[in-house]
Antibody, heavy 120, light 110 residues
Framework: EVQLVQSGAEVKKPGESLKISCKGS????????IGWVRQMPGKGLEWMGI????????RYSPSFQGQVTISADKSISTAYVQWSSLKASDTAMYYC?????????????WGQGTLVTVSS | NFMLTQPHSVSESPGKTVTISCTRS????????VQWYQQRPGSSPITVIY?????PSGVPDRFSGSIDSSSNSASLTITGLKTEDGADYYC?????????FGGGTKLTVL
């Protein structure tokens, strides 16, 4: 069974750093892209970016370029998104999702989401 | 980048048909695939339509997708509405630089 399992909820203070994860199983992790999607409280889905774990090719949404870093460790079938200095406005649910291609294919499997709360 | 505009909410009765639109602000809607995702409260999204009009296995054939080049929009149509179809629906497409989601449509079935 294809699964994407995300790391647990986080509570952080403004200015702190954070790295959340998404572990794939049940398929060849290096043959699919992993994308990240933000959903702020009560709001819609926002595209953050995507990575191909096979060669770490990474594409960012213009809105998130420079705000986060997307990475992957293919040896443990895990993708990450990290922040160097969190802001209160980073409070959101973050989803990872799998895709056959960087742009054209649908996101056919989603993780359960990681809730990030940033508050002083 | 372009934008995808959806109605904020729609409401319809069980057994009826509803259509949700998704209008692309620039660039041709027909040039890049449109996907539709359903998100029930407290759950992760799932694909209900991909590549404009394809239905994943397990999605009822009550769900269909289409493209209208004249209005530069995509549509998701759900026939024979059930209360369980009540959810948020998002269209998504892309250009050369990024994927883009529509703002989402809240479907109420009552």
């Amino acid at each position: 069974e294809v699964q994407l399992v995300q790391s647990g909820a986080e509570v952080k203070k403004p200015g702190e750093s954070l790295k959340i994860s998404c572990k794939g199983s049940g398929y060849s992790f290096t043959n699919y892209w992993i994308g990240w999607v933000r959903q702020m409280p009560g709001k819609g889905l926002e595209w953050m970016g995507i990575i191909y774990p096979g060669d770490s090719d990474t594409r960012y949404s213009p809105s998130f370029q420079g705000q986060v870093t997307i990475s992957a460790d293919k040896s443990i079938s895990t993708a990450y998104v990290q922040w160097s200095s969190l802001k209160a406005s980073d409070t959101a649910m973050y989803y990872c999702a799998r895709s056959e291609t960087g742009m054209t294919s649908n996101l056919d499997k989603w993780g359960q989401g990681t809730l990030v709360t940033v508050s002083s | 980048n372009f934008m995808l505009t959806q109605p904020h909410s729609v409401s319809e009765s069980p057994g009826k048909t509803v259509t949700i639109s998704c209008t692309r602000s620039s660039g041709s809607i027909a040039s890049n695939y449109v996907q539709w995702y359903q998100q029930r409260p407290g759950s992760s999204p799932i694909t209900v339509i991909y590549e404009d009009d394809q239905r994943p296995s397990g999605v009822p054939d009550r769900f269909s997708g289409s493209i209208d080049s004249s209005s530069n929009s995509a549509s998701l149509t759900i026939t024979g509405l059930k209360t369980e179809d009540g959810a948020d629906y998002y269209c998504q497409s892309y250009d050369s630089s990024s994927r883009v989601f529509g703002g989402g449509t809240k479907l109420t079935v009552l």
